[in-house]
Structure formats: structure tokens, C-alpha cells
């Protein structure tokens, strides 16, 4: 039994049948598709590379100090005729650099993207987003001479009353890299808050919330995961960051302190005193540095990780 | 063009039929009355000479082709307007008598008393509960809002359909759903108007004829509003109707919006005065 087709209309008139097959094999196509595939697997190679080069010298490491000794010694003098392994001196230094950060860049970078997103004019915003994010590329070496040689006398005078000694402060290196990291999470957070729809910035002001109910209540929740975004690129790069804590912190010997006004070593920093020309090959100390780079690696890993599960846990999802 | 003319605008006469008996005051009091008003946006005239009173507790219907100025009319009830750059009213527009962009007038406040509906359903992503309770938090009212949501999802008939999942993303919700959730925020507010801005024109038949069977419900307890790109809409619930058109000037190239009829629904859509109206309600478009 055949099934009758009707035709709406007129029949057929007599125009000629078209072909619908392809043309020929498209060629092209396949070889974008193949190397669009290995640029997106370069990164993913260049990661595992790093973190083999991070494990093995580790793990000759690891065969002299052992982890616990590492994870829970107090003193870190790796150089020393009578060698030490505790990390935390240098660990402390790190989250006291990440934490003075955080107090910095969250507060000013959300206030500076609400502004910006919410409040500016298009006239304001046009002129201070490249503005932005020029001093995001700004090298940090001319950002750590800055601090060591205006901020850090600044902050000495404005605070007579805290024991300052010596030059170096971690608690300034902490300041400078949060001022550092301000336009990056100004800009990055200003991204997330402009691309949440209009009509629910209208649906606020119509039932009688002010501009800063709508900023608050509304726009940043629903930006939410994009600022998580924004804060975990700024701790990250706080965490990494190695020359304003060299120059304003000094690479001095490393105490375990929670003291912001002196000088300490920070992981990054002793990577980046150390690792120099004249270390050899094999030795414990360079192997140390590698158990160092990688104890960092897995910092930054659980962080993000944490910032994927918050995101996940608070996303507000407008589509 | 008669009401742009006459210097104390008043309502259209009412020629009471039988079956109008029941939903048209005799003598209702107005909500708006609107006195020579031109919004502009920069130099740009968006609606000009606009002169007409908006009844309480009934439903009036803005009707008219794209670009006409109709949404731009209503947004200026509430003040809407304000948050777009270089848009500014003049003339009289007055809220029971009050001038609504007087000096002392709080466009924040207006917003509490004159709420408004838009096009496409715009719930906030966070939950039912959330989004209801979301204006009485603003006002400051704090701990246990249940009664207030319970009533106002009441009040937008959608309280049966969501009574169990109170604490689900609204994003979850049908698109209808989702326009009544608006409606169910927007009187959980407590205004005296509703503002809606072609509520139904994202929405499939069903949702929209549930949103119609609601609104002569609201209008019992609020002035309604409501622009519409539907002519069967605003024939099948609204007592008024007023009928905007779009000015061309050939020369400068501006479009400008103007009331052409604003009368009983029933009259624009059975008899009107103007030619235009009636091209357009026949659907000979003018």
C-alpha cells in the first residue's frame, strides 16, 4: 500500500530536479577540524608536561625529606650546612601575601565593577576600561620598585604605631599585590555584570528597587559565577606572583612568622631567589625547588576546585 | 484627534450598553489624567500632544502599528523612562491628581505604587518564593513571608500549580508561568496599577487566554494598563481602548507617535470616528 503524498498547490511545473548530494569530499573542512583539535591539545599536553617536570625531581626529593617532615617542619633552610625542610615558613609567607591581597582586591575591584557596570556613564566606562586594562599588563617588576620605594615608606608614616623593622614587609608585598590585581578583577567582574540582561535590572526598578538594590540584589547575584571567576584569576595570580614579593618582602631567610611587617620568603619567591645559574643538578636543593613548585601547583588546583564547587552551589542561572 | 484639542481632557462619552452595565462606572474616577504630553528621547519627539484620563479599576488598552509611542506612553506612567539616557516628559501627566514629575516625586516610590509588567516574562533566577517575596524585602519587611507570597501567587491564580515547589528556580517554570510569577511579584508590591507592556505577546494561546481570564480578575482591586500588539486582546478585555498611530516627517525623517481615538473599546472596535481607526481595527492596516 502506498502512501498517497498531496501536494498543497499547483503541480509540478516542469522545473528541473535539483541534485542534493555534496559536491565533493569537503577537504577543508576536515583539516581546520584537525588543527583547531591539536591547538586545544597543546594546552592540555603543555600542562601534563609541566607537572611531570614538577613530580620527578619531587620525587627524588621526597626520598631524602620525607612529606611529613616537609608539610610540618617550621624551619625552612634548605641552603644551610645543617639543612632543613619545614615548608610552612614559606607557606605562611604565601597566605599572608594571598590573604592582604583578597582584602585589597575583593572590596575595590567588586566596588569599581559595580560602579563601572551599573553607575558610569558610557562616556566614564569607555575611558577607564582600557585604562584597566592597560595596568593589568603593567610589568610587576616596575609595580614592585613602586611599592618598595613610595608605598612602603607611605604605609610606614601612616602607621607609626606598628613595630616596623628593617625594609622589607610581607604585609606591603600583600598590599601592593592586591592594588595589583585590581583591575583584573575590576575588569573581569564589570564583564560578568554587563552581560546579565537589561530586563532584569527592569524588573527590579519596577517594583521600586533603588540603583543600589538593583546592583546588589540582582545584578551581582546573577553575575555571581563569573565574579567567582574573576576573584579565583586575582588569587591565582596573587599566589604566583613572584617579583613585588621579592623586592618588597626581600628573600631574606624565611621565619615562620604571622607578622605583616617583616620581611619573609614566599614559595614564589624562593623558587624565583633560588633557582639561579649556579645551583647543580641533583642536589637536594634543587630538587627542593621542584617539591615547592609542585606544593603550589596543588594550592592553585584545590582553590579552583573550590571556586568550581561555590560557583556551582550559588550560580544563578538566567537563561 | 478631538481630545488633543480639548483643554480639560475628560473621559470619552460612555454610551452605556447592556452589557457594559456591570464593568463601567457611570462616573468612574480617573487614575491618570495625561495633559498635552510629549516624551522625547534627545531631540528625537517620541509621542506628542497626548491628552487623555485613564479610569480606575478598569482596563485600558494602548493599540496601534510599531513605533507609535505606545510603550514609550506607558512607561512614562511609572517613570520607567527615567532610567533611559536623555529621555524626558513635559506636559501633565497626573496621578490622582498629583503631578507625577513634580520636584518632591520619587521615581523609586512612584515604582512601589505603579508596577509594571513586561513583554517577555523577566523573573529574577532565583526561586518562586524568592522572586515573590522579593519586593516586600525591599521594603524592608522581614522573617516569615509566607501569607504575603501565598496571597500574591493567589492573586496571579498560579499558587495550585507551584504551591509544592516554592523553592525551585523560577527558570524552571513554563513561559506563562513565568509571566504570572511577574504578575504575582508585581502585586506582592501592594501597588494601585499595573503597567503591562504587551504581556502576552511571548506566550502561546493557552497562557495568554489564562492571562486574560486574570486580568479582569486584577482589575477588581487595580488599574490596569496595557499595551498590546493584539487587536483581539484588547477587544476581548479591556473597557478602553485608545488607538496610536505613527507621524512621518518626510523631511527630517523623525517618526513620531500620536493618539488618533481613544474611546470605549467597544466603540473603537464597532463604529470609530476616525478613518485610521478603523483601517486599523479592520485590519486594513493605515
Known amino acids: 500500500m502506498s502512501t498517497q503524498v498531496v501536494s498543497p498547490g499547483a503541480s509540478s511545473s516542469g522545473a528541473p530536479i535539483r541534485n542534493l548530494e555534496a559536491p565533493g569530499p569537503r577537504i577543508g573542512e576536515k583539516i581546520i577540524k584537525a588543527v583547531l ?93 582600557p585604562i584597566l586594562e592597560v595596568l593589568e599588563g603593567l610589568p610587576t617588576v616596575a609595580i614592585g620598585l613602586f611599592a618598595f620605594y613610595v608605598l612602603t615608606p607611605l604605609i610606614r608614616d601612616l602607621t607609626p604605631f606598628l613595630p616596623w623593622t628593617g625594609p622589607f614587609s610581607i604585609g606591603v608585598a600583600g598590599i601592593t599585590v592586591g592594588l595589583l590585581i585590581v583591575p583584573l578583577v575590576a575588569s573581569v567582574s564589570d564583564d560578568a555584570m554587563r552581560s546579565v540582561p537589561r530586563s532584569l535590572r527592569e524588573g527590579a526598578y519596577a517594583m521600586g528597587a533603588t540603583k543600589f538594590e538593583v546592583a546588589v540584589k540582582v545584578v551581582v547575584p546573577a553575575a555571581i559565577s563569573g565574579i567567582i571567576a574573576a576573584f579565583v584569576l586575582g588569587i591565582s595570580r596573587a599566589i604566583g606572583e613572584t617579583m613585588v614579593v621579592l623586592l618588597v618582602a626581600g628573600a631574606g631567610n624565611p621565619v615562620l612568622s604571622f607578622d605583616p611587617t617583616k620581611g619573609t620568603q614566599t614559595m614564589t619567591a624562593y623558587i624565583g631567589s633560588t633557582a639561579t645559574g649556579d645551583i647543580s643538578q641533583g642536589t637536594i636543593t634543587y630538587d627542593s625547588i621542584f617539591a615547592v613548585g609542585a606544593l603550589l601547583f596543588l594550592m592553585t588546583l584545590a582553590m579552583n576546585v573550590l571556586a568550581m564547587r561555590l560557583v556551582k552551589k550559588y550560580r544563578e542561572v538566567y537563561d | 484627534m478631538s481630545e488633543t484639542t480639548t483643554p480639560s481632557p475628560a473621559l470619552p462619552d460612555i454610551e452605556v450598553s447592556a452589557d457594559r452595565v456591570a464593568s463601567v462606572d457611570t462616573e468612574p474616577k480617573n487614575t491618570f489624567e495625561l495633559r498635552d504630553v510629549n516624551v522625547f528621547y534627545g531631540q528625537m519627539l517620541a509621542v506628542k500632544d497626548v491628552s487623555m484620563a485613564i479610569p480606575h479599576n478598569q482596563i485600558t488598552a494602548f493599540i496601534g502599528p510599531s513605533g507609535c509611542g505606545k510603550s514609550t506612553l506607558l512607561r512614562s506612567l511609572n517613570r520607567m523612562n527615567d532610567l533611559i539616557p536623555g529621555a524626558r516628559v513635559e506636559g501633565d501627566v497626573l496621578y490622582h491628581g498629583m503631578d507625577m514629575y513634580g520636584p518632591k516625586v520619587d521615581p523609586v516610590q512612584v515604582r512601589t505604587v505603579i508596577g509594571m509588567v513586561f513583554q517577555k516574562p523577566n523573573p529574577f533566577p532565583k526561586s518562586i518564593y524568592d522572586n515573590v517575596a522579593f519586593g516586600p524585602r525591599l521594603q524592608g519587611r522581614k522573617g516569615n513571608l509566607d501569607d504575603v507570597v501565598e496571597e500574591a501567587l493567589r492573586g496571579a491564580a498560579l499558587w495550585d500549580e507551584v504551591k509544592d515547589r516554592l523553592k525551585d528556580n523560577a527558570y524552571g517554570m513554563s513561559g506563562g508561568q513565568q509571566q504570572r510569577l511577574c504578575i504575582a511579584r508585581a502585586i506582592a508590591v501592594q501597588p494601585d496599577v499595573i503597567l503591562m507592556d504587551e504581556p502576552c505577546s511571548a506566550l502561546d494561546p493557552v497562557s495568554t487566554g489564562r492571562i486574560e481570564d486574570l486580568m479582569a480578575e486584577l482589575k477588581k482591586t487595580y488599574t490596569i494598563v496595557i499595551v498590546t500588539h493584539n487587536m483581539q486582546q484588547a477587544a476581548r478585555v479591556a473597557d478602553r481602548t485608545a488607538f496610536f498611530t505613527v507621524l512621518a516627517n518626510d523631511e527630517t525623517g523623525s517618526r513620531t507617535g500620536v493618539l488618533v481615538e481613544y474611546d470605549l473599546t467597544s466603540k473603537i472596535f464597532s463604529k470609530p470616528d476616525d478613518e485610521r481607526t478603523e483601517n486599523y481595527v479592520s485590519g486594513r492596516f493605515g
Do not use: D, M
Open chain 1, 37 to 129: 583539535w591539536a591547538t586545544a591539545t597543546l594546552s592540555i599536553l603543555v600542562t601534563t608536561g609541566i607537572v611531570i617536570s614538577l613530580l620527578v625531581p619531587s620525587i627524588g626529593f621526597f626520598q631524602t625529606v620525607s612529606i611529613w617532615e616537609f608539610l610540618t617542619g617550621t624551619i625552612w633552610a634548605p641552603a644551610f650546612a645543617n639543612p632543613s625542610y619545614g615548608v610552612l615558613p614559606i607557606v605562611v609567607g604565601t597566605l599572608t601575601v594571598v590573604v592582604f591581597a583578597i582584602i585589597i582586591a575583593v572590596p575595590v575591584g567588586l566596588s569599581s565593577a559595580i560602579y563601572l557596570s551599573e553607575y558610569a556613564p558610557t562616556r566614564v566606562r569607555k575611558t577607564i576600561k
